[in-house]
Structure formats: C-alpha cells, structure tokens
Nanobody
Framework: QVQLVESGGGLVQPGGSLRLSCVAS????????IGWFRQAPGKGREGVSC????????YYTDPVKGRFTISRDNAKNTVYLQMNSLKPEDTGNYYC?????????????????????WGIGTLVTVSR
C-alpha cells in the first residue's frame, strides 16, 4: 500500500525556517518524480517545487525561488523541503506528492499537478 506521510510543519515567525519531511512507504522512491504543493486558506492548491526524474533541475514557483530547496534521500525513502526566510504568505497546508518516472519536465509536473500519490498534508503557519 503506497503511503506518504508529511511532518515538520508548525508555527514559525516571519524570517524563520522549517524543514518538511515526507516519508514514503509501500514502494521505493528511487527515480520517482517528486513534488511539494501547498494550499493557502481560501485558495487553490499550487505547485511549490517539483523535480522530475527526466529533468536536470528542480522547478520552483517564483515566490519561493531562492528560499526553498527540494531534496530527496533515497536511502531513507524520504523527500524534503527546506524552507528559509519564511513569509506570512507561505502559510498553508503543504502536501508531498510523487509519480512514477515520467518524461515530463519539473515545471510541467508542478504546474499540471501530474502526480499519482499524495500525502495528507502538514500545516505551516507563518505569523508573529
């Protein structure tokens, strides 16, 4: 049974940092497309950062460029999202998602939400 479980969310002040983790079980993460998505209160879900198995670089949505970093540890079957210099507008539920290896770019899988498996999310609140 494929399962993704996120952790690491919480309340943080503006300018602070958090590292989100997503542990995968029921399959081996190697070579899968990976991504983080978020949904702010009252808004639709958006792709934050994705890394396609067919691409050389990760995609980041413009508001998080230079502040967020997506990574993976295949030995731990885990995906990470390092978030620095957090802003109130980063507040939302953050979801990890994966897809078997695809021919698509990192940008495509993020913008098209081209993922097969999703976690249940972890809440990030940036506030004083």
């Amino acid at each position: 049974q494929v399962q993704l479980v996120e952790s690491g969310g919480g309340l943080v002040q503006p300018g602070g940092s958090l590292r989100l983790s997503c542990v995968a079980s029921g399959f081996t993460l190697d070579d899968y497309d990976i991504g983080w998505f978020r949904q702010a209160p009252g808004k639709g879900r958006e792709g934050v950062s994705c890394f396609s198995s067919s691409d050389d670089a990760a995609y980041y949505t413009d508001p998080v460029k230079g502040r967020f970093t997506i990574s993976r540890d295949n030995a731990k079957n885990t995906v990470y999202l390092q978030m620095n210099s957090l802003k109130p507008e980063d507040t939302g539920n953050y979801y990890c998602a994966v897809h078997p290896p695809s021919p698509h770019s990192s940008r495509y899988i993020c913008q098209m939400h081209a993922m097969d498996y999703w976690g249940i999310g972890t809440l990030v609140t940036v506030s004083r």
